[in-house]
């Protein structure tokens, strides 16, 4: 079982509508949860950051995290063309020796259609 | 106001031809990392540094080096590279004690001929 999945598949929405994005875990070590948004030919900008469980909403983005189900997801309300991008989801442990890493999921192409 | 910065933005090498690929953060962050992402996947992460403390995945090649003089740079040397290595490679630094976010560079884009 891989440390991080999210399921790759492309994720067409209209425009307006609610995007879902989800991955799981199976390290149970992971304490901090992040979600990143790329464009093309582009770095990772981070959209959200959950330490532990519960929920975190920023505008138009919230993050949930369920720790006892292993379980992180990302909704994006009233989806805009200019989401339109790959969403990586990344989790990491606490500090300690060799705990440094941060483990990513494959990342969710998103295509909001006008 | 960049705050990881990596340069160059592209690069065009050589098959064989070693390169170095340069990141800075004016964060003064203690880790930094350099991922390898190919197209469509996840970045791989190949080292990262928490201060002078090197840390390598069992799984990167050792045609893959790197260097981190002071806190703010850190370099990224292929020794011998080869078509395979083409991909981005994205720098990216976090503070390491108690807050973990990863703050990620713009990315070097490799391109081997």
């Known amino acids: 079982q891989k440390e991080v999945e999210q399921d790759p598949g492309p994720l067409s929405v209209p425009e307006g509508a609610i995007v879902s994005l989800n991955c799981t875990y199976s390290n149970s070590a992971f304490q901090y949860f992040m979600w990143y948004r790329q464009y093309s030919r582009k770095g990772p900008e981070l959209l959200m950051y959950t330490y532990s469980s519960g929920n975190k909403e920023d505008g138009r983005f919230t993050a949930q995290v369920d720790k006892s189900s292993k379980y992180i997801s990302l909704f994006i309300r009233d989806s805009q063309p200019s989401d339109s991008a790959t969403y990586l989801c990344?989790?990491?442990?606490?500090?300690?020796?060799?705990?440094?890493?941060?483990?990513f999921g494959k990342g969710n192409q998103v295509v909001v259609i006008p | 106001d960049a705050m990881v910065i990596q340069n160059p933005r592209y690069q065009v090498t050589q098959f064989g031809k070693p390169v170095t690929l340069s990141c800075s953060q004016t964060l003064n962050h203690n880790v930094m990392y350099w991922y390898q992402q190919k197209s469509s996947q996840a970045p791989k992460l190949l080292f990262h540094?928490?201060?002078?403390?090197?840390?390598n995945e069992a799984d990167t090649p050792d045609n893959f080096q790197s260097r981190r003089p002071n806190t703010s740079f850190c370099f990224l040397d292929i020794r011998s590279p080869g078509l395979g290595d083409a991909a981005m490679y994205l720098c990216?630094?976090?503070?390491?004690?108690?807050?973990?976010?990863?703050?990620f560079g713009q990315g070097t884009r490799l391109t081997v001929v």
């Open positions: 990344a989790m990491k442990a606490p500090l300690g020796d060799g705990n440094n890493r941060l483990a």
């Open positions: 990216a630094t976090s503070r390491g004690q108690g807050g973990a976010e990863a703050f």
């Open positions: 540094y928490y201060d002078k403390d090197f840390n």
